[in-house]
Structure formats: structure tokens, C-alpha cells
């Protein structure tokens, strides 16, 4: 073998372990991706049974139920439609009514979101990027006038 064959052959496996690691992120990546909803996109919406999604918008007022142990039902709005919500586990200390949310977890069948893991806003200039655009599309969230 010729010191050009080498180099070639060199560059060229060296392609392709770039190549088969860009595969296999992607893949990942996708496997793990889970989209962002609001209550009102979800009538349009097709999902499949036990796939992961994030539920965003307004701790609805008046919906907060603690069950036994650390177990809290909740709805979720954006002042079209409301979805109820069931999450085990410690709630974050800035979680309450009329706050944005992000929650992640699946459907179950009767039509409930259970929700593995629960995002609140952490102070009371932000809201999780997501919940706002969606909600200022929708005409319900509007930011206040010191930002």
C-alpha cells in the first residue's frame, strides 16, 4: 500500500465512525424527543397510546387536590381547554394556582395526564418559554410592562 492508499483509507474510516455517530445521536435524540402541547392543541392532535409528551400552560384556580402520600390532581389551561393531571412526587416550592407549568408524562386511557415530572415558573418575571409563546398566541398571557 502506497502512503496516499494509507491516508485515503485513514480519512476514510475516519468518515465513516463520523457518520455512524452522528446516526446513532440522531436516533437517539429521537427516541427520546417528547413534544410540547397546550390543552387546546391536543383535540387536534393524534397521539399514540403511552407516548411521552409535555402538557404546558396555567395551574387552572380551584383544581389543586392533595391525595394520600405526595400524590396532587391538578388541571392544566390555557383558558380553551383543560386537561386534569395526576403527579406523584414533591411539587416545586413556586407551584400554585394561575402559575405557568410544564409537565411531562403520558395519557392514560380515561383520558388523564400522568405526569412524571413537574416544571413551575421560578420567580415572577419568567415563564417557561414554551407555556408563554403559546399562551400569547393564544391571547391569554401578555408580559408585563417592566420587560
Known amino acids: 500500500m502506497t502512503r496516499k492508499q494509507k ?3 485513514v480519512i476514510a474510516g475516519g468518515l465513516a465512525f463520523l457518520g455512524a455517530a452522528t446516526g446513532l445521536t440522531f436516533y437517539a435524540l429521537g427516541q427520546k424527543a417528547s413534544y410540547f402541547y397546550m390543552p387546546a392543541d391536543l383535540t387536534t392532535a393524534s397521539l399514540q397510546p403511552g407516548q411521552r409528551i409535555r402538557l404546558g400552560g ?17 388541571s392544566v389551561t390555557d383558558n380553551q381547554k383543560q386537561v386534569k393531571v395526576t403527579y406523584t412526587g414533591i411539587l416545586p416550592d413556586l407551584f400554585r394556582e394561575e402559575q405557568g407549568v ?8 380515561d383520558g388523564v ?22 399562551l400569547k398566541a393564544k391571547g391569554v398571557w401578555q408580559e408585563s410592562k417592566s420587560e
Open 7 to 9: 491516508r485515503l483509507s
Open 58 to 74: 396555567l395551574v387552572e384556580k380551584g383544581t389543586i387536590e392533595r391525595g394520600q402520600g405526595a400524590t396532587v390532581a391538578f
Open 102 to 109: 410544564i409537565t411531562e408524562g403520558t395519557f392514560r386511557p
Open 113 to 134: 395526564f400522568v405526569a412524571d415530572s413537574v416544571l413551575a415558573k421560578h420567580d415572577e418575571n419568567y415563564m417557561p418559554k414554551e407555556v408563554a409563546d403559546g
